[in-house]
């Protein structure tokens, strides 16, 4: 059984940090493109940033690059979402979603998700 469940999520001022966690179970990771998606209040859901599970290669939505990186650990089954210099228009709850098509960092109909995390940034 597909298991995701992030965590990581808080809240922090405008410029701090965060270090969201998607630890996944019941599947190999390194195998499947992973993506961290965020949904707003009233806005369409986004994909942010996703890494292929091939070679590691990553996309970054334009509004995210240079802040954002996502990494993984295949030895713990984990992809991690490292948000520097967070702004407010970051708020969101945070997802991610296995089985993506990482290029275009979009989910398709199969794709498994979590349960996501909230991220609230404000003074």
């Known amino acids: 059984q597909v298991q995701l469940v992030e965590s990581g999520g808080g809240l922090v001022q405008p410029g701090g940090s965060l270090r969201l966690s998607c630890a996944a179970s019941?599947?190999?990771?390194?195998?499947?493109?992973i993506g961290w998606f965020r949904q707003a209040p009233g806005k369409e859901r986004e994909g942010v940033s996703c890494i292929s599970g091939s070679d590691g290669s990553t996309y970054y939505a334009e509004s995210v690059k240079g802040r954002f990186t996502i990494s993984r650990d295949n030895a713990k089954n984990t992809v991690y979402l490292q948000m520097n210099s967070l702004k407010p228009e970051d708020t969101a709850v945070y997802y991610c979603a296995v089985d993506v098509l990482f290029r275009l960092c979009v989910s398709y109909p199969g794709s498994s998700w979590g349960q996501g995390t909230q991220v609230t940034v404000s003074s």
């Open positions: 019941g599947f190999i990771l390194d195998y499947y493109a």
